[in-house]
Nanobody, 124 residues
Framework: QVQLVESGGGLVQAGGSLRLSCAAS????????MGWFRQAPGKAREFVAA????????HYADSVKGRFTISRDNAKNTVYLQMNSLKPEDTAVYYC?????????????????WGQGTQVTVSS
């Protein structure tokens, strides 16, 4: 079965950095668009970033543009999210997701598979 396993979350001070990883198994990784979403307590799940199958095209939410970088290693079946200049408002559970097809989407309903999430907490 398909598994997406996130890691790398934790507690960091404002201005710090974290790198999230998501290891995929049970699917042809290079055939999927990969995305990162996040959900803060009491809020809806929101799009963070996505990367197309070859890694040549990326897309970011305005709130993280210039601070976060999504990348992937198809040989390792892994997608990453490098998060710099973290702010308290970045605090959330971060999820990776896989979407079949060519194009990225920002709607979480468009994604086929999800990880269990990893907590990121940014203290002020």
């Amino acid at each position: 079965q398909v598994q997406l396993v996130e890691s790398g979350g934790g507690l960091v001070q404002a201005g710090g950095s974290l790198r999230l990883s998501c290891a995929a198994s049970g699917l042809t990784f290079s055939s999927y668009v990969m995305g990162w979403f996040r959900q803060a307590p009491g809020k809806a799940r929101e799009f963070v970033a996505a990367i197309r199958r070859s890694g040549g095209s990326t897309h970011y939410a305005d709130s993280v543009k210039g601070r976060f970088t999504i990348s992937r290693d198809n040989a390792k079946n892994t997608v990453y999210l490098q998060m710099n200049s973290l702010k308290p408002e970045d605090t959330a559970v971060y999820y990776c997701a896989a979407k079949s097809g060519i194009y990225y989407r920002v709607e979480f309903e468009a994604y086929d598979y999800w990880g269990q999430g990893t907590q990121v907490t940014v203290s002020s």
